[in-house]
């Protein structure tokens, strides 16, 4: 029978406790929020929604097609000469997501006969990068620059380092600076994404590659989503301009997808514009996430130390993890439950976003209800 072979699998999955299921959202939900990637707060901020409305009366509700057959709108230009200029980049691409910016810069900078290093702990959209690039990819050891630095000194060719900056399943960082190192050791370039650093890393949120030294270095490429500080939707890769013109002229992710919806650019716009006038969230961010460490650490939970705003919460099981969701959730709080095949090592976890704008009287009540359900 055809498609026969998936009751197997999810007879299998089902047996393993790894069934997903979608939850209805309702618009105005009364559940305290430690799920979501909105770092800043800035997804429902009126600045934000009204970014996205006029740009959709101006521009409409879609791009109408890639942007190299229909054009480009100042829209576009604007975010990606504002959110360069924000990282302390040359230039900038937007994608109509961050999985798609990752796959872009991946697969445009590891051409045939080249090779890429890949962190062990990646996000699964640069894996999925590495699966198209025409290059060779050596999987290495998490966040070990002498790893990569192994792997690249068993190359001729041209070589990229791929990691991200801020790792989404334990939220710790990657040695930047270190890798840098190991790839200009070996005239090899560095592709990180920033997804979780954006907004809450470096000063004013300028991200991690502009914590770590490296912004505007012309072999070093960030990628960055969108969807989490800015409140949004939506990607983009900041880099050299020749890097954003090689993209712009290899980069299937951009060539063939319809440009960035005008709504998601104009709301990223305006979450960034508001970001640049209080600089000051980004640390709130950080401090928000040292803050529920802390609390947690205290309640005698496993918590990984945050480097940035993602708090992981270790659990003894991918079925109790579920369960510490659901009674989470049946208790007023929503928190993220990662378990394979999200998670590199096996170890399910809850996943807690640090927000900028909770209060310690909400982080008390967080860290009680999961104490309280703990298993
Ligand atoms: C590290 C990382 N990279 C890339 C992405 C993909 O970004 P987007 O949701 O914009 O496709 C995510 C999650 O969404 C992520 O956590």
């Not at 309702?26 to 997804?43: C, V």
């Not at 993209?247 to 650019?265: E, S």
């Not at 969701?325 to 990662?338: K, T």
């Amino acid at each position: 029978m055809a498609f026969g072979w998936i009751d197997e699998q999810a007879e299998l999955r089902r047996r393993a406790g790894l069934v997903r299921t979608l939850r209805p959202r309702p618009a105005d939900s009364p559940l305290l929020d430690l799920a979501s990637n909105d770092y800043l707060g800035l997804a429902r901020h009126p600045e934000t929604v009204a970014g996205a409305a006029a740009a959709a009366r101006a521009w409409g509700g879609g791009a109408t097609g890639s942007r190299l057959v229909t054009g480009s709108t100042e829209l576009h230009a604007e975010l990606e000469r504002e959110l360069a200029e924000h990282c302390g980049f040359e230039s900038a691409l937007a994608f109509s997501s961050g999985y798609a910016a990752n796959l872009a810069a991946v697969t445009a900078l590891a051409p045939h006969g080249s090779l890429i290093v890949s962190d062990a702990g990646n996000h699964a959209s640069l894996i999925d990068g590495c699966r198209l690039a025409r290059g060779t990819t050596q999987v290495v050891a998490h966040a070990d620059p002498d790893a990569v630095r192994k792997a690249l000194g068993t190359h001729a060719g041209p070589a990229v380092a791929v990691s991200d900056t801020v790792f989404s399943v334990d939220g710790d960082a990657a040695p930047l600076a270190a890798l840098a190192a190991a790839c200009r050791a070996y005239g090899a370039g560095l592709v990180v994404d920033d997804a979780h650093g954006l907004g809450v890393l470096g000063e004013g949120g300028q991200g991690a590659a502009h914590a770590a030294g490296l912004a505007g270095a012309d072999d070093v490429v960030v990628t960055v989503t969108l969807s989490k500080s800015l409140g949004s939707q939506g990607g983009a890769v900041l880099g050299p301009a020749r890097v954003v013109e090689h993209l712009v002229n290899a980069a299937r992710t951009f060539i063939f997808d319809t440009g960035l919806a005008p709504a998601a650019a104009g709301a990223a716009l305006a979450a960034l514009r508001l970001l640049r006038r209080e600089p000051q969230r980004a640390a709130r961010a950080r401090a928000v996430a040292g803050e529920l460490h802390a609390r947690l650490t205290a309640a005698g939970l496993e918590a990984v130390r945050p480097d940035a705003a993602v708090v992981s919460v270790r659990a003894p099981s991918p079925e109790a993890a579920v369960r510490w969701a659901a009674d989470c959730r049946s208790a007023g709080l929503a928190v993220g439950c990662f378990r394979p095949p999200s998670v590199p090592d096996g170890i399910s976890r809850l996943r807690l976003t640090a927000r900028a704008d909770l209060s310690g009287a909400e982080l008390e009540r967080a860290v009680r209800v999961i104490g309280e359900t703990r298993p």
